[in-house]
Every structure is written in structure tokens, then in C-alpha cells.
């Protein structure tokens, strides 16, 4: 029997990537985004695909009350929810004394307390039931220092902490988290520069351009689909995709001095190179 779930965050990208490859192992999804009209597209294609279904839901992360509604919804259409992606996210970057409070806000209302939202709805229902999943999607940036990233990096170093405390806590009650944290993947958050109705800092102002200087290839979300499903299914506590993201995480683990002094090198090296580029490329 295929699982219920909900993925945030499901319109584009991760999420929806998520989205239709819980839909081919024939589970049933509620394709959630703040996006009316990608959620409902989404959904359209997957169920037409199969062998699972799935549904659009309106939500934005940041209304918890609108989460709750969510999860009690499919609760009760369902009798049951199975699996929780808190998904949904922004990127925002650049040099820190570029940014405004409102960049640091915003960043942490979709990022951090969109995912306690989801958390508080769903561990509820599940420690109920005695049975769950919740997967929230952290970042690579969440266990590395991220220059570039602070906002963005706080947050998902909040999110792995999340994750990693209530896994420990959930286990007695039979419900299980896992924290996806994968390098740069190739989503349309990388073109965005931040969220369309804040200024965009000179040093992520161009998103592709700017974590090239980082990953010169970008992941496919397709195959952190398949990560992610996989661990679901060893009931993993984190996800790190691809191998190069791996490679650093075990570097900083094991030589954290030496890769503070090659991240020091590497922003100096990429603030030469931005100031050297012509205004223009970068916008």
C-alpha cells in the first residue's frame, strides 16, 4: 500500500522532483507550494504519470496555521500521514554588511520556521499513530561554513539541528527524521538572487555564476530524488548528495582548520574576481 505525504515546496525543483518519484512507487502526495498554479501543474503530471496520485495544495510555510490546516486535511482525508518534506525554501546570500534586516527575516521565516511549522503539524499526528516519517531539507551549507551564505547557511545548520535532535527524541514513538543536505543542485533558486522584492547583494546577484566558483557542476534533483527515497528507506539520519559533498563534509570533520584557511582564500579569490567583472555581467 503506497504511502500519504506531503512535500512542500513541491511546485519546482527538489520538491518536485520529490514529488513525482514518491508518485512512481505509487504513493499518494499533496504537492504543497505557495506557487497556486505550479502546485496544480505539478500535480496534473504526475497523477496523468502514475502509478500514484497526487493533489495540489496552496500553502505558504510561513502561516502555521495554514500548515496545520494542511496535515489536518490530509489527515483526515487519508486516515493517515506517512511521510512529512518540509521542503519549501529561499536562497538568500551575499556579503553580509550588504544585507538588510529584511533579508534575515525573510530567510528565516520560510527557512527555519517554515520547517518548525511543518514539524509541529505533522510529529503530532504521527506519534499518534505510531508511525511517520519527517524529512526536512537542510543543505550542505548547514554543516560547512558558507561564506556568501550566512542567512542562508544559519538556517540550515538550524534545520540539521532540528532534525538531528528530534530523530533522537521521535525513535521512542516509532516516528523517524532525516535531514537532506545536499551541494548545489540544479533548481530555479539559483537564478533568483534572493527573493524578487529585495535588493540583490553584488556577490550572489548572478546565482549560477556565483556557486560555479564553488561547484563547478550542479547536482540534478532527479538523482537527489533517488537519495532522498533511499534514505527514507534506511531510514537515514542525513542525506548528503552528491559524492563531492560527502568529500567535503568529511574534510571539515576532520580538518576544520585546513578548510577555514582554503574558504578564506576562496572568498578573496572570488571577491577579486566579482570586482573585476564588468557591472552589467553581473546582474
Known amino acids: 500500500m503506497g504511502r500519504i505525504a506531503i512535500v512542500t515546496g513541491a511546485a519546482s525543483g527538489i520538491g518536485q522532483a520529490l514529488a513525482g518519484a514518491l508518485v512512481a512507487r505509487g504513493d499518494t502526495v499533496v504537492v504543497a507550494d505557495v506557487d497556486k498554479d505550479g502546485a496544480e501543474r505539478t500535480a496534473c503530471d504526475l497523477s496523468e504519470r502514475g502509478p500514484g ?6 500553502v505558504d510555510v ?6 496545520q490546516a494542511l496535515v489536518d486535511q490530509t489527515r483526515d482525508r487519508h486516515g493517515r500521514l506517512d511521510l512529512m518534506v518540509n521542503n519549501a525554501g529561499i536562497g538568500v546570500g551575499g556579503e553580509t554588511r550588504e544585507l538588510l534586516l529584511a533579508h534575515w527575516d525573510r530567510v528565516i521565516d520560510v527557512n527555519l520556521r517554515g520547517v518548525v511549522h ?4 505533522a510529529y503530532p499526528v504521527m506519534v499518534e499513530q505510531g508511525s511517520g516519517h519527517i524529512v526536512n531539507t537542510a543543505s550542505l551549507a548547514g ?4 561564506p556568501g551564505l550566512t542567512p542562508y547557511a544559519m538556517t540550515k545548520h538550524g534545520v540539521v539541528g532540528l532534525s538531528l535532535s528530534l530523530r533522537a527524541e521521535a525513535a521512542g514513538h516509532g516516528v523517524r527524521v532525516t535531514a537532506v543536505c545536499p551541494g548545489v543542485v540544479d533548481t530555479p533558486i539559483l537564478d533568483k538572487g534572493g527573493p524578487d522584492d529585495l535588493p540583490k547583494p553584488a556577490m550572489t546577484g548572478n546565482g549560477r555564476e556565483f556557486f ?8 540534478a534533483p532527479d538523482r537527489l530524488a533517488q537519495d532522498i527515497l533511499q534514505g527514507i528507506d534506511r531510514n537515514t539520519a542525513l542525506v548528503i548528495a552528491p559524492a563531492s559533498a560527502r568529500v567535503a563534509w568529511y574534510l571539515w570533520r576532520y580538518a576544520p582548520l585546513l578548510v ?7 572568498v578573496a579569490w572570488v571577491r577579486a574576481t566579482l570586482s573585476a567583472e564588468p557591472v ?3 546582474r
Not at 496520485?53 to 496552496?58: I, Q, S
Not at 554543516?143 to 558558507?146: Q, V
Open 53 to 58: 496520485a497526487a493533489t495540489a495544495a496552496v
Open 118 to 121: 511543518g514539524v509541529h503539524a
Open 62 to 67: 510561513r502561516d502555521a496555521d495554514a500548515v
Open 143 to 146: 554543516l560547512l561554513p558558507s
Open 280 to 282: 552589467s555581467s553581473r
Open 212 to 219: 560555479r566558483h564553488f561547484q563547478p557542476r550542479f547536482y
Open 260 to 266: 577555514n584557511r582554503m574558504t578564506a582564500r576562496h
